[in-house]
């Protein structure tokens, strides 16, 4: 199934007004209704590296995947979709290779990533995230934060010591708990969600959630509704506007039409008898 | 910027800013700070400058070196430190405000949290007297709130503890006393200085009406016919194509498709109706 007449997807990144290069990096694939975007750290290039390679590893692997298997088709032993195995289990792919390569490698020592990759099947999307990489959503006029950060502000405010309005004002906005790369194993979160025609999903660094608020956000992704590339350009301008402090980075996805799976008949029996 | 003086017998001879991230001394013409006198070695000590962290290092000097009177191999510079490589002395001092600033800066780096720091900022709390079954969740709290500190005194090149051991600032920062608050209100509110501005519709049913672009953007035209949108930016103010076949025309000449800036009295067309834009105030 091709998904490119399904989705309309635009995208933007930019190294930001303070830092000399981007350490984002952000990939795309309509015909198989994957984005991953990726906010790469470490010293000098190395978060330019991690952050690529949980891109390219991720991409190329469900594409390769996706040629055998069909993201809807129920797994043996999870009794679920396969996409959210393929989403873990290519994720855990991505953090091998960057741990391997940050352990052999001095130069890339201590090199990691946040991620968040989405894959759109049989009106879901499945979304893997690890960090402050965000997904958030506009339906129906209303603008929401899908994720939830692994962050330590996050764990704070979860916990009742601080409120949300706080943590605009909190000093250690930068520290994840989880990310793709430090640790030889690495838990995603990865959940489904359904999704509805007319959908805007924005996944983003946290380069830009850290610079624009979320309701000039979600009006940016209204007005500009119409035209997707310019709202991708709008978001990455407005977090530069107010100091561009990090590298931005954007995916916007449109939900254009259903896209129920294809199941045939022979598919149903097999459905019914797993 | 940290910078060390130089002196002998209580006399100034230099003032050498750390301005390089390996601050070399020595006897022979290449060090950085060189100082001739056999006492010195040829490459006796250097310094390494990481943001605003600078360290002492002995690079194996005959006659050693001597910080604040103990003999080092390697040492963190503070502030008011004085070096001591024979009979000259180096005092380091550094600029009172640059840390906190560098600090902040350091701050916007991502930075990852290992589940080991909290676990022993947990046990740290545990030990500092959280005890019972209805103490776990406080002790978890507290790590947390431990965590976030030590993280930023450790995430800092490896920064000893006494350095940011002082008392760990109260959970709910106020935005006025946060460093980071001076350094990026996030989404911060349009600086008053910029102009407020408007537009004035000149034709069409609602003629004579004012509508003033107090909001980051604002959308104007017909959705499916021609929608154009006009944006606050601190450079002033823009209009943008969104969509429609037809462009938004700016004193009679339609605009492209980046983003046009707009100037006090211009006349713009969308969808249409004619309307000027002005800047209030």
């Known amino acids: 199934m091709n998904y490119s007449q399904i989705l309309e997807i635009a995208s933007c990144t930019d190294p930001g007004m303070v830092r000399s290069h981007n350490e984002d990096s952000i990939a795309s694939d309509p015909a198989n209704g994957l984005v991953v975007l990726a906010d790469g750290m470490g010293g000098y290039n190395a978060g330019e590296v991690a952050s690529g390679?949980?891109?390219?590893?991720?991409?190329?692997?469900?594409?390769?995947?996706?040629?055998?298997?069909?993201?809807?088709?129920?797994?043996?032993?999870?009794?679920?979709?396969?996409?959210?195995?393929?989403?873990?289990?290519?994720?855990?792919?991505?953090?091998t290779s960057i741990y391997q390569a940050a352990q052999s490698q001095p130069q890339y020592a201590g090199m990691g990533t946040t991620l968040v990759v989405c894959l759109f099947y049989d009106n879901k999307i499945t979304v893997g995230h690890l960090g402050d990489s965000r997904l958030y959503m506009l339906r129906e006029g209303k603008f929401s934060q899908v994720t939830r950060d692994h962050s330590l502000l996050q764990e704070q405010i979860d916990s009742g010591i601080i409120t949300a309005e706080q943590a605009k004002h909190a000093q250690h906005k930068n520290l994840v708990t989880k990310a793709l790369g430090i640790d030889p194993a690495v838990d995603p979160e990865v959940h489904d969600y359904g999704t509805k025609p007319g959908d805007v999903y924005l996944l983003c660094s946290d380069g830009l959630c850290d610079m624009v608020e979320d309701e000039d956000m979600g009006m940016a992704l209204q007005a500009l509704g119409g035209n997707l590339k310019l709202a991708a350009q709008q978001l990455v301008q407005m977090a530069n506007d107010n100091g561009g402090k990090d590298n931005v980075s954007v995916i916007l996805v449109r939900v254009l039409r259903e896209y129920p799976a294809p199941r045939g008949v022979m598919g149903k029996v097999f459905g019914w008898l797993k | 910027m940290a910078k060390l003086i130089l002196s002998m017998d209580g006399l100034v001879l230099k003032e050498i800013p750390l301005s390089k991230e390996r601050t070399t001394i020595g006897r022979k013409a290449h060090n950085d700070i060189q100082i001739?006198?056999?006492?010195?070695?040829?490459?006796?000590?250097?310094?390494?400058?990481?943001?605003?962290?600078?360290?002492?290092?002995?690079?194996?000097?005959?006659?050693?070196?001597?910080?604040?009177?103990?003999?080092?191999?390697?040492?963190?510079?503070?502030?008011?430190?004085?070096?001591?490589?024979?009979?000259?002395?180096?005092?380091?001092?550094?600029?009172?405000?640059?840390?906190?600033?560098?600090?902040?800066?350091?701050?916007?780096?991502?930075?990852?949290?290992?589940?080991?720091a909290m676990k022993a900022a947990a046990e740290q709390a545990k030990a500092a007297g959280a005890t019972g079954a209805a103490a776990a969740q406080a002790a978890r709290q507290a790590a947390l709130q431990a965590v976030g500190t030590a993280a930023q005194a450790a995430g800092i090149a490896e920064k000893p503890a006494a350095v940011h051991a002082a008392p760990p600032p109260p959970p709910p920062p106020p935005p006025a006393a946060a460093p980071a608050a001076a350094h990026a209100p996030a989404a911060a509110p349009h600086k008053p200085s910029q102009p407020l501005g408007a537009i004035q519709l000149l034709s069409g049913g609602n003629a004579g009406k004012?509508?003033?672009?107090?909001?980051?953007?604002?959308?104007?035209?017909?959705?499916?016919?021609?929608?154009?949108?006009?944006?606050?930016?601190?450079?002033?103010?823009?209009?943008?194509?969104?969509?429609?076949?037809?462009?938004?025309?700016?004193?009679?000449?339609?605009?492209?498709?980046?983003?046009?800036?707009?100037?006090?009295?211009?006349?713009?067309?969308?969808?249409?109706?004619?309307?000027?834009?002005?800047?209030?105030?």
């Open chain 1, 53 to 95: 390679m949980a891109t390219t590893v991720i991409t190329t692997e469900i594409q390769q995947l996706l040629t055998k298997v069909q993201p809807f088709q129920i797994d043996e032993e999870t009794r679920e979709p396969v996409a959210g195995r393929m989403i873990r289990e290519q994720v855990l792919k991505a953090n």
């Open chain 2, 36 to 116: 001739d006198n056999l006492a010195v070695s040829g490459e006796h000590a250097v310094i390494v400058t990481i943001l605003n962290d600078s360290f002492m290092e002995d690079l194996g000097s005959t006659n050693g070196t001597l910080v604040n009177g103990n003999p080092v191999k390697k040492h963190f510079l503070q502030n008011n430190d004085t070096i001591e490589l024979g009979k000259y002395k180096l005092k380091f001092i550094q600029e009172a405000g640059a840390q906190p600033a560098a600090a902040a800066a350091d701050f916007e780096k991502t930075m990852v949290l290992r589940p080991s």
């Open chain 2, 210 to 281: 004012e509508l003033e672009l107090a909001k980051p953007l604002t959308t104007l035209g017909k959705p499916g016919v021609q929608v154009a949108v006009l944006t606050r930016r601190p450079q002033g103010y823009f209009i943008t194509h969104v969509e429609g076949a037809q462009r938004p025309t700016v004193n009679g000449q339609a605009i492209g498709s980046s983003p046009h800036a707009l100037k006090d009295h211009d006349l713009v067309e969308i969808a249409g109706i004619k309307m000027e834009f002005f800047l209030k105030s």
